[in-house]
């Protein structure tokens, strides 16, 4: 059983250029939150999708950031026009359907480098 | 909203010895409490929870213990070996599908 995979691991861009992040959960969750962490940092909340609907985005930038979960594939987190201040590492955690838990499980998380 | 505060920033013991890592969180709704071990370059990865309806869990060498009233939690690491190196997040949620507000990381270093 597959944990949570997030792809790529390694993203480099320029100012201006676009990043998506890519991530799977784990088999039988439908529920998936995006984390940003800075360099000696927590994690801090970004975004929580369910499939098809944004649940809560207080942790969303307003503006050149978002998120989506599709009915088929994985979510996407994109940065449009990125700055140096977006390099970060972007870790993805899911949970299990109508879990009483909360319990989240992380993916190895994509570490971004804006030049 | 949720705060959560994490002490110390560094803690550094002898092998063998025991960690103690403390945390305080604001929201009195919140009534789940996760630690997570982060390995440089990985994901956390969940070592321990507690609820709000418990004071104290024990797995092996791990315990939490939770205090409502003060908002206090702790995390104890007993007989540490050098494989417990690595930073300890603590975190609160209200449960239920809510995000989990961290703290901001305690890096443990377990001395030969």
């Known amino acids: 059983n597959a944990g949570v995979m997030q792809n790529p691991r390694h993203l480099v861009r320029r100012r201006g250029q676009e990043a998506r992040l890519r991530c799977s959960p784990m088999k039988g969750h439908s529920h998936v939150y995006w984390y940003r962490q800075l360099p000696e940092e927590g994690l801090k909340f970004m975004v929580y999708l369910q499939k098809e609907n944004i649940i809560d985005e207080s942790g969303m930038p307003k503006e050149r950031f978002s998120a989506e979960f599709p009915k088929e594939g994985p979510s996407i987190l994109r940065i449009q026009q990125v700055v140096r201040g977006d390099s970060a590492a972007y870790f993805c955690a899911s949970s299990l359907t109508s879990t009483r838990n909360n319990e989240q499980f992380f993916g190895p998380g994509t570490r971004l480098t804006v030049l | 909203g949720e705060n959560v505060e994490q002490h110390p920033s560094t803690l550094s013991v002898q092998e063998g010895d025991s960690a103690v890592i403390k945390c305080t969180y604001s929201?009195?709704?919140?009534?789940?409490f996760p630690w997570y071990k982060q390995e440089l370059g990985k994901g956390p990865q969940l070592i321990i929870d507690?609820?709000?309806?418990?004071g104290e869990k024990k797995d092996q060498r791990i315990a939490v213990t939770l205090n409502k009233t003060a908002k206090h939690f702790s995390l104890h690491i007993t007989e540490t070996q050098p494989e417990d190196s690595a930073v300890y997040f603590c975190a609160a949620s209200r449960g239920r599908d809510d995000k989990i507000i961290f703290g901001k990381g305690t890096r443990l270093h377990i001395l030969p």
């Open positions: 507690i609820r709000s309806n418990v």
């Open positions: 929201d009195s709704a919140s009534n789940y």
